[in-house]
Structure formats: structure tokens, C-alpha cells
């Protein structure tokens, strides 16, 4: 008969977001689980014209692990980094009440060169990233 014995290790670990978003056209928010109804839906037609909604938005997040993250065996601390922070900024646009599209870069710092590619290491890495989102 084949044991299989689980071993639970506790890694300490901290970190907090802020974030802060304001609507250049006038918008507000109740709530986030719903989706935006802009005052005036984007359209180029004359006489109906609208720039739809448009939210600029920013965060600052961080995440710091304790040592034991390399010592249980999780991660190889020659490859990889128990500190990490990340700032956003960037663009929401909202068409109407069913489309959005997210304009956003990404700086993301770590406490130690992270592997980033094959035998390539660095501190930093930066992302941007366009996504248009449909609800319904």
C-alpha cells in the first residue's frame, strides 16, 4: 500500500493595494459590481455625438513574503524574489453600458533580479496591455 504523507508548511506573507480612479466626463460610480452608464454614449454621428465615459485610474500594490517562501522549498531564491511591488496607470474608456476598453502600463519592481526570460535576469518589468471587454 503506496502513504502519502502532507506536509503543511506556513510561509508568512504581507502586502496592500491603493487605488484611486476619477472620471474625466463627469461619472460616478455607487458601486463596482456594476458596470458604467456613460452620460453620453461615444458616437461620431452629428447631433448625437458623445465621448462615452473615460476614467483615468492608479495603484500602487506590494507583496512581501517571509525567507521560509525559499526555505520550505516553494521557490529557488536564485531565480525568483520574496519582494515585489507594482504601479498602474492608465485609461478606462467606456462606449456605451456594454463595451470597455482598458489602456493600462504595468512597473513592477523586485527586491532581488528575477529570471525574466532564458538566462536573462532583471529588477524590473514593465507591461502594457490594451483589452476590450464586452458585458452582458
Known amino acids: 500500500m503506496l502513504e502519502f ?3 503543511c508548511r506556513v ?4 502586502g496592500y493595494m491603493v487605488q484611486a480612479s476619477y472620471f474625466l466626463t463627469g461619472e460616478e460610480l455607487t458601486r463596482r459590481v456594476n458596470v458604467v452608464k456613460p452620460k453620453r454614449d461615444f458616437n461620431w454621428v452629428k447631433g448625437k455625438r ?4 473615460v476614467e483615468l485610474h492608479a495603484r500602487f500594490s506590494t507583496l512581501d513574503f517571509s525567507k521560509e517562501i525559499f526555505t520550505a522549498g516553494f521557490a529557488d531564491p536564485n531565480l ?4 515585489a511591488w507594482a504601479t498602474d496607470v492608465g485609461l478606462n474608456w467606456y462606449l456605451n453600458f456594454y463595451t470597455k476598453v482598458y489602456l493600462d502600463w504595468q512597473h513592477s519592481e523586485f527586491g532581488s533580479p528575477v529570471l525574466i526570460a532564458p538566462n536573462r535576469f532583471g529588477p524590473t518589468r514593465d507591461m502594457f496591455w490594451i483589452r476590450f471587454q464586452v458585458f452582458f
Not at 510561509?11 to 504581507?14: F, G, I, L, P, S
Not at 525568483?80 to 519582494?83: A, E, K, Q
Open 80 to 83: 525568483w524574489s520574496n519582494h
Open 11 to 14: 510561509v508568512a506573507y504581507n
Open 50 to 53: 458623445g465621448p462615452g465615459a
Open 5 to 7: 504523507l502532507a506536509v
